[in-house]
Structure formats: structure tokens, C-alpha cells
């Protein structure tokens, strides 16, 4: 999908090219980048809505919304297409033919293969079954630092505004859902 093109996996590719990683900087990198695109995001939608401000009835702005703790539905839907993507890429899902999401994919399964010591059995599905554990110990935290891209460039002051997005969206089930969907139905 046209998303897709630009989605932000520079620290990814970092993490790709890195010779000795593990799982923190395999978190870190997600956390990173999924804030990042976010951020992208969150201009770019209020640039369009400036744009289409004079063909529309007059509407709240976005960050006088975001302020008050609410993320727009129409952005909200925007986030969770963009986790949904990092979902598949992390559980080596995608069905994209990027070769970089493919190579990032693959480093993150022999991160996970080379991370558990403990067994020496390699079958794929002992392989899929440890990186779905591992995206429930990181999927909160890369939703939190999409929160916080959300965030970044808005003067916070008083309002506190990241803690009224944490208590309001902390990681609502129904994103699970919706990301956990097989991407050609979100496509």
C-alpha cells in the first residue's frame, strides 16, 4: 500500500547491518522508529487538514484535540495500520517484496534463534512461537513511543499531555486486534 513506501525503517536497517545486537537494541530500534513515523505522520495529516480546511465546515485542529488527550479516529486508524506493519515485519509476516524489510526480518528471527541459548531445537515453529513472545514482551513499549511521536513537537507545558494519551490509549485491545488482522486484509 501507498503507506508503506516510506515507512521509517531507518534504525532497522541499522540494526540490520550491526554485527553483535540483542534484544534491547532490537526494541530500541522499534521503538525508535515506529515514534519516528509516527511523528511523519502526525505532520503530515495536519498538513492535509490545513489543506482542506477551506473546502470543509470548520473542525477543531489536531493538536488543539491532541491536547486535551484525544487522538483523532481518522489518525488513530493511521497508527494502528502503521503498527500493524511492525507487527508483520517483526513476526516476519510482511508480505511486501522490499528486500529490506525482508533482511530486517531475518535478522530478527537469528537474533531470536542466537538469544535462547537454553535450546538447541530449531524447528520453525519452536522459532515463530519465540518471536511472538518476544513482540507481547515489546508491542506496549513501541505503542508508547508511537505516543510519544505523537507528542514530540507539541509544547507540553502544564497539560501533560503525554500522560493523558498514556492513560487514554494505553495499548487498548481492540489495536491487537485490528494489528493481529493478515495484512492483505489491511492492505
Known sequence: PPRRKKLCIHNL???KDQSSTNTEDLREAF???????TFFA????KEDKQKNKNDEAP??????ELM???????FKRIMYYTFGDYRDIYLDKDISSDGYIKNISKKIKALIKENDSKTTDDK???LNSKLESSWEEHKRTIWKGMLCGLTYDIQN??????????KKHNYPCDLE???SKPQFLRW
Open 31 to 37: 521503538i525508535k522508529c515506529a515514534s519516528k513515523e
Open 68 to 74: 486535551k488527550g484525544t487522538i483523532p479516529e481518522e
Open 177 to 179: 486486534v485490528f494489528a
Open 42 to 45: 502526525w505532520k503530515k495529516y
Open 59 to 64: 473542525t477543531t485542529e489536531p493538536d488543539d
Open 13 to 15: 536497517k541499522e540494526l
Open 157 to 166: 507545558g502544564e497539560n501533560n499531555i503525554i500522560e493523558k494519551l498514556h
Open 124 to 126: 520453525e515453529e519452536n
